[in-house]
C-alpha cells in the first residue's frame, strides 16, 4: 500500500545486505524523465500500469541481489503477481487504511490519493488489494507503528529463519541495536 514504509525499510535493508536497492516508481520516473504524476495524468493508469510492468519484467529478468520496493499497485496486474511470485521473495508491509492515511495525510505526490476523502480511497484501495498482497507475498510483516529499525530486524530475522539471508552476512550490531522510542 502506499506510504507503508517500502522504499525507507527498502532502502535500510538493501544497506544492511550490502546489496543494491531499486524503488521501481524512481526507475519509472528515471525512463520517463518526469514525475509519475503528471505521466499519470496526461496518460492515464492503464498507461501508467502498462509501463510498470514492463519496468518490474526488466528488473527481475536480471540475475542479481537486489531489494526492490514496488509501487504500490503493481500487484493488480496477475502478470506482475506472477513474475514477483516466480523471481523474488516478498515481503508485505501491512498497515491499516487508518495508519496509512495518519502517514500520508499531507502527502501532494501519490495521484491515486488526490481525491476528497483520501482515508475512504485507502480504504477501498486495502479491501482491494490486501488480498492480492497476501496472496503475492512469501512474507507479511505488519508494520503498525514500529520504527523502521525494528520492522528490518524483524524482515532480517524471518529472511534468516527461512534460510534467505545468512547470518554472516548481517552484521551482530544491527541485529543487537537498541531502537529509539
Known amino acids: 500500500m502506499p506510504g507503508c514504509g517500502k ?14 536497492f531499486i524503488d ?3 526507475e ?14 496526461r496518460e492515464g493508469e492503464a ?14 529478468s536480471e540475475a542479481r541481489d537486489l531489494v526492490l520496493a514496488t509501487g504500490g499497485g503493481a500487484v493488480l496486474r ?13 515481503l508485505y508491509l501491512r498497515s491499516s487504511p487508518e495508519e496509512l492515511f495518519r ?9 491515486l490519493l488526490q481525491v476528497n476523502n483520501p482515508l475512504a480511497k485507502l480504504r477501498e ?20 507503528r514500529p ?11 524471518q529472511l534468516e529463519l527461512a534460510g534467505l539471508v545468512d547470518s554472516q552476512r548481517v552484521p551482530s550490531s544491527v541485529q543487537a541495536r537498541p531502537t529509539p522510542g
Open 7 to 20: 522504499s525507507t525499510v527498502g532502502r535500510q535493508l538493501a544497506r544492511l545486505l550490502g546489496i543494491n
Open 24 to 26: 521501481l516508481d524512481a
Open 47 to 60: 498507461a501508467f500500469r502498462a509501463l510498470e510492468h514492463e519496468t518490474l519484467a526488466a528488473l527481475l
Open 147 to 157: 520504527s523502521v529499525n525494528s520492522l528490518v530486524n524483524m524482515i532480517l530475522m
Open 78 to 90: 496477475e502478470e506482475n503477481r506472477a513474475l514477483l511470485q516466480r523471481h523474488s521473495t516478498v
Open 103 to 111: 502517514r500520508l495525510r499531507h502527502d501532494t505526490q501519490r495521484p
Open 125 to 144: 484501495l486495502f479491501q482491494q488489494r490486501d488480498p492480492l498482497y497476501r496472496r503475492t507475498a512469501h512474507f507479511l510483516i505488519e508494520t503498525g
Open 28 to 41: 519509472i520516473e528515471r525512463k520517463l524523465g518526469e514525475a509519475i504524476r503528471p505521466f499519470f495524468e
